[in-house]
């Protein structure tokens, strides 16, 4: 693991606020997990260059980002309505 791959996986907190703030503006819920794997890749995509990283392998970590960020989202998600329902 290089220093490409840290900044690429450092992107699933901006993914998590992006849907975020999509979903505050309306996106519908079925759409949040594709919108956070596209901007993973796109987010990768655009750092690629600037950490010297080839393409492929910058789109396959996007992919991997947004699904870390639709998943984390589900399990915070899960947590929080478990915990309001033992209060």
């Known amino acids: ?6 900044f690429g996986l450092a992107s699933v907190p901006v993914i998590i606020a992006l849907v975020g703030l999509l ?6 819920t079925d759409y949040a997990p594709l919108v956070a794997v596209a901007a993973g890749v796109a ?7 600037l950490v010297k990283t080839e393409f492929y392998p910058a789109a ?5 980002a947004g699904l870390a960020a639709a998943g984390l989202y589900d ?3 899960g947590a929080v309505k478990s915990l309001q329902q033992t209060e």
């Not at 693991?1 to 840290?6: E, K, L, R």
């Not at 990768?44 to 260059?49: G, I, Y």
Request: hydrophobic content about 60%; overall charge positive; cysteine-free.
């Open 43 to 49: 987010w990768n995509l655009a750092v690629a260059p």
């Open 60 to 64: 396959l970590l996007g992919v991997i």
């Open 1 to 6: 693991m290089d220093w490409s791959d840290y």
């Open 23 to 28: 979903r505050w503006l309306k996106l519908p």
């Open 75 to 77: 399990v915070l998600k």
